[in-house]
């Protein structure tokens, strides 16, 4: 029993987590269905990895000096030594699967796609959560072609398309290769040392130094845009690279810009980074880009790889603000089952079965017994069509279907009433 006291302090869902609720299902039905349609259609196999991973595979794969390794993981109370965490992105527990079911014997390369819930310790705001969802989809494997590059930016676009998201931008950028971006991150803290930056800057300068290109403070503004891009820094292979991903993307006319500040939040990327957004929003979509070290890194073979995944709390913020959501299916008429006694009652549910196993939408609301209040529900549920099953109906293994909306009514035989009911529908 509740006392007064449980009453008063009502529990409420975690901060930065939020309920779906049953309202919002269609429009989420439809982004599962987007996901698996172009899953299917683009080739990649669907995988499901564990809500909950090791510390370890984070810290080696996105790296020690990310936001998300030092700020953001959720981790867990475990019985054991083992550090757990709940997963604050996909790509590094699909390597991990990659690797851990000997993937590379497959044929190469491999593209797999995969949609479900992240967890980041963030300052929740609009379109940051720390319960949050992706869709994503990765190649990995084959050859580290700027091919796969171009086809992954035109897959996350395609995927916001789908989506009906209007005025899409694809912005793009290289962060080079282990050989020339060393040589570009010290002229980068050369600049940056004689120049008044903020707190948070003067730090990653120290341990990462490419992410003050990432800065929102004011006051690093001026200072970023004069900083040296990484563009100009490019060896000849990545120049190459990037220059080829960029001509596949001409080819196909996908409007990109390019963005010399783009070097994303996760240390694992090399040469092809890029994000996508809609209109004026600085809140990007979704985004990827080449990994093609990551999988060596986490205990695998060298193996290229690029991926991308998109960020669905924000498509369903994006969508909420341009249309409302589509609807669930094609409305078929709302149909509603209403008994009288309790003879009739008792030999309702298997008619209501048969109804529903031809592929009739039937509510009911039993719990009532006067007729009265089981045609007041279904006014409020907005069905159309009444089956009435009374005493003498069950006794004369009838049925009466009556339309709610003009009062006209007919009696059938309950062996001609799921034939009967389709044909108003
Ligand atoms: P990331 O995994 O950081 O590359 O993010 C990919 C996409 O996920 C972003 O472009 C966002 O759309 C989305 N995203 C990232 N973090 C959050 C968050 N805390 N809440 C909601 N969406 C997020």
């Not at 209403?338 to 003879?343: E, F, R, V, W």
Request: proline share 4%.
């Amino acid at each position: 029993m509740a006392t007064a006291k449980s009453k008063k302090t009502a529990l409420q869902s975690v901060k930065g987590m939020r309920d779906l609720l049953p309202k919002d299902q269609a429009i989420w039905e439809k982004i599962r269905k987007v996901t698996r349609d172009l899953g299917e259609d683009y080739n990649f196999m669907r995988i499901d990895t564990p809500l909950v991973e090791s510390a370890a595979l984070f810290e080696r794969g996105v790296g020690e000096s990310s936001d998300i390794v030092e700020k953001q993981m959720f981790s867990i109370k475990s019985k054991d030594d083992i550090a757990l965490i709940l997963r604050p992105e996909f790509t590094a527990p699909v390597v991990r699967a990659y690797i851990e079911h000997g993937m590379s014997h497959m044929s190469q390369p491999v593209k797999l796609y995969y949609i479900g819930s992240l967890y980041r310790y963030e300052q929740p705001q609009e379109g940051r959560y720390r319960e949050f969802y992706q869709s994503g989809f990765e190649i990995i494997g084959g050859e580290s072609d700027p091919l796969y590059d171009a086809q992954m930016i035109m897959l996350a676009y395609r995927f916001l398309e789908e989506m009906k998201i209007g005025k899409l931008m694809a912005q793009v950028n290289s962060i080079g290769c282990r050989q020339c971006r060393p040589l570009y991150r010290k002229k980068l803290v050369d600049y940056y040392k004689s120049k008044p930056a903020c707190k948070t800057c003067k730090r990653r300068l120290l341990v990462n130094p490419l992410r003050v290109l990432d800065c929102k403070e004011k006051e690093c503004d001026p200072i970023k845009k004069g900083a040296p891009a990484m563009i100009d820094s490019l060896c000849v292979l990545c120049r190459g690279h990037f220059k080829l991903v960029l001509e596949y993307l001409d080819e196909v006319k996908l409007p990109y810009m390019l963005n010399n500040s783009l070097v994303r939040g996760l240390d694992y990327y090399n040469r092809t980074v890029f994000e996508i957004f809609s209109g004026e929003s600085d809140l990007a979509l979704g985004g990827g880009g080449r990994y093609d070290h990551l999988v060596e890194l986490l205990g695998g073979k060298p193996t290229p790889a690029v991926g991308f995944s998109i960020g669905l709390d924000r498509v369903v913020m994006m969508l909420d603000k341009q249309e409302p959501a589509p609807a669930n299916r094609k409305e078929k008429r709302k149909v509603f089952f209403i008994t009288i006694g309790d003879l009739a009652k008792k030999r309702a549910l298997p008619l209501i079965e048969s109804l529903r196993r031809a592929g009739v939408h039937v509510e009911e609301f039993m719990g009532k017994d006067s007729l009265r209040g089981q045609l007041a529900a279904a006014d409020k549920k907005g069905a159309e069509i009444a089956l009435i099953f009374g005493q003498m109906e069950a006794f004369e293994d009838s049925i009466i279907i009556r339309d709610l909306k003009t009062g006209a009514q007919e009696t059938v035989l309950l062996i001609k009433m799921v034939e009967s009911v389709k044909k108003k529908l």
